[in-house]
């Protein structure tokens, strides 16, 4: 079985990120948040969340905006139109139907492109759409947990990751693969 991340992964860029600057010109409601998004983003970017920091600084944004967001799903089908295109070419070249995702990206952003591009397994974050709280943070550690829930006895023959952050994930793989743009090099 191979398992992605998909951030800087399988995709060029942060999802979250660029459904914000999405919003950013197309709602300016979301505004009043960029001062509080752009500590998220330095602090995401450089890897300084612990799990907890994490849930506190998205969970804020998500309760405040997302739950006032009108016509989501239609918004999100307009982002991934203009976005899909930087799902990285390396994929459509080792994919396969037994591919699962284990990504922070939250469920309203990734089951569009997941639906696209033909994936079946994923396990995302996940947000309630009424309060916008997360019922599921996949991150950090919370990945391998939701991984074992789901795919019990499982052996991961490759893991294609970005970052460190996926370590947890790379204790429990065959081989390893770090993903930097369209380079990548195995590393376990």
Request: glycine content about 4%; overall charge neutral; charged content about 30%.
């Amino acid at each position: 079985m191979n398992v992605y991340d998909f951030d800087n992964t399988v995709y060029d860029g942060e999802t979250l990120v660029d459904f914000i600057l999405y919003y950013i010109v197309h709602d300016f409601g979301i505004w009043k948040y960029i001062p509080k998004l752009l500590v998220i983003w330095l602090k995401d970017s450089f890897h300084l969340f612990t799990l907890e920091q994490a849930v506190e600084a998205y969970a804020s944004f998500l309760e405040g905006y997302y739950v006032h967001i009108d016509n989501l799903q239609e918004n999100t089908v307009k982002f991934w139109d203009k976005r899909q295109k930087k799902i990285k070419p390396f994929y459509d070249e080792i994919r396969r139907d037994d591919d699962v995702f284990v990504t922070g990206t939250t469920d309203f952003i990734f089951e569009e492109i997941a639906k696209r591009m033909g994936i079946k397994n994923y396990i995302t974050s996940a947000v309630d759409k009424k309060t916008g709280k997360f019922t599921r943070l996949c991150f950090l550690e919370n990945k391998v947990k939701y991984f074992k829930e789901q795919y019990p006895n499982v052996q991961i023959e490759n893991f294609y990751t970005d970052s460190m952050n996926d370590k947890s994930m790379m204790d429990i793989s065959k081989n390893v693969y770090l993903v930097k743009k369209n380079k990548i090099k195995k590393i376990k």
